[in-house]
Structures are given as structure tokens and as C-alpha cells.
């Protein structure tokens, strides 16, 4: 079976980076695309960006130069790293598995990391 | 961005029919398909998917839930509900960049 799990910290000062780790069991990184996604506070749910098969990436561009996303295939884990981050980030991070390249929608999805952005 | 707006809530009785609509600001259907998608989302999970590409069920998802619309008009049926159908649900695009409609939650009365 399919399975994602986030881990990293829950709490983030601000102007720090936001690093979290996807960690897959079940299926290879190496095929199909990855993604993250995060829900504000009030349900708001905002797509971030993916990684593909080939280690190819796309950003939100409304996440500008802040995101990066890279993986490691050895440990079979994806990452998520989000620079200069505000009380705006405050959110539950999820990754997910793209069910197909070509719906490009969601069906494995992690357990969600809430992250808090506070001094 | 695409816009996906859906009803905040909704109340049911349980076996009747529940039916959640999403509308969208732009056309999301592409060479025949039309890249809308619906997720089940209940407190403290992760959001779950139900229906694919507007109309098709995922795995594992019992047939009481279908989905159906094209262009900028889509539902999502339960039919009947049942008591641990209380969830919100979202609605997704694909067309372009991915974004997501604000909710419903979805309540017995």
C-alpha cells in the first residue's frame, strides 16, 4: 500500500526557512509526480508546487523564488523547503502522489504536518 | 488563477440525497475531459479522493458517490447519505494551475 508521511518542525520564526521531509513506502519517487499542498487556518488549500518522476519541478508562481522542492531516491523521500517565511505561512502541510500525469489529481495524500510561524 | 466556488455548508437527512455543487470562473474542460475532482475531508485526516475527472469514481469509494458537470458547473452526489458521510468536501482543478473551492461541510439535520 501506498503510503506518505510529513515530518519536520511544527514551530518556524520568522524571516527562517520551512524545511519538511515526505517520506514514501509502498511506491518508488521515481514514478509518477509528487506534490505539496498546504491548508490555512479556515480551510483555504493552496497547491505548491511538484516534483516529477524525472526530478523535473514546478512552483506556484504566487510562491515565487521562496519554494524549492528536491528529493533523495536512495531513502525513497521528497522535500520541501519554503525560505523567508511569514505568520501567512501558518498552515497544515500535506504531500501527495498524482494518481495520473494526465488527471493530475490526488490520491495518495500524508497525514498533514501543521506548521506555526510565530516569534 | 482558476476560481472554484462552493456553498459553505449543507444539511441532509441521512439517506437522502446530498448534493454539492462547485462552480468555476473559467471553462476546465480540455480535448474531452473535464479536469475537475472532488475530496472527502473529515477532522484531523487528510483529505481523501472520491471522483476524478468530474465523473469517475476512485478506488475503493463506494458507488453512492458520483460526480457529474462539464465546462464550469460540476456536483458531487451522495446518494444515500449516510452518517459517516459528514466530512467537507472540496472540489479541485487541474485545467491550469491547480486550485481548490473553499469547502462544503456537509451536516446531518
Known amino acids: 500500500e501506498v503510503q506518505l508521511q510529513e515530518s519536520g518542525p511544527g514551530l518556524v520564526k520568522p524571516s527562517q526557512s520551512l524545511s519538511l521531509t515526505c517520506s514514501v513506502t509502498g511506491y518508488s519517487i521515481t514514478s509518477n509526480y509528487w506534490g505539496w499542498i498546504r491548508k490555512f487556518p479556515g480551510n483555504k488549500m493552496e497547491w505548491m508546487g511538484y516534483?516529477?518522476?524525472?526530478?523535473?519541478?514546478s512552483y506556484n508562481p504566487s510562491l515565487k523564488s521562496r519554494i524549492s522542492i528536491t528529493r533523495d531516491t536512495s531513502k525513497n523521500q521528497f522535500f520541501l523547503q519554503l525560505n523567508s517565511v511569514t505568520t501567512e505561512d501558518t498552515a497544515t502541510y500535506y504531500c501527495a502522489r498524482y494518481h495520473y500525469s494526465s488527471s493530475l489529481d490526488f490520491d495518495y495524500w500524508g497525514q498533514g504536518v501543521m506548521v506555526t510561524v510565530s516569534s | 488563477d482558476i476560481v472554484l466556488t462552493q456553498s459553505p455548508a449543507l444539511a441532509v437527512s441521512l439517506g437522502q440525497r446530498a448534493t454539492i455543487s462547485c462552480k468555476t470562473n473559467q471553462n476546465v474542460d480540455y480535448y474531452g475531459n473535464s479536469y475537475m475532482h472532488w475530496y472527502q475531508q473529515k477532522p484531523g485526516q487528510q483529505p481523501k479522493l472520491l471522483i476524478y475527472?468530474?465523473?469517475n469514481l476512485a478506488s475503493g469509494i463506494p458507488a453512492r458517490f458520483s460526480g457529474r458537470g462539464s465546462g464550469t458547473d460540476f456536483t458531487l452526489t451522495i446518494d444515500p447519505v449516510e452518517a459517516d458521510d459528514t466530512a467537507t468536501y472540496y472540489c479541485q482543478q487541474s485545467r491550469n494551475l491547480p486550485t481548490f473551492g473553499g469547502g462544503t461541510k456537509l451536516e446531518l439535520k
Open positions: 475527472l468530474a465523473s
Open positions: 516534483i516529477s518522476y524525472s526530478g523535473s519541478t
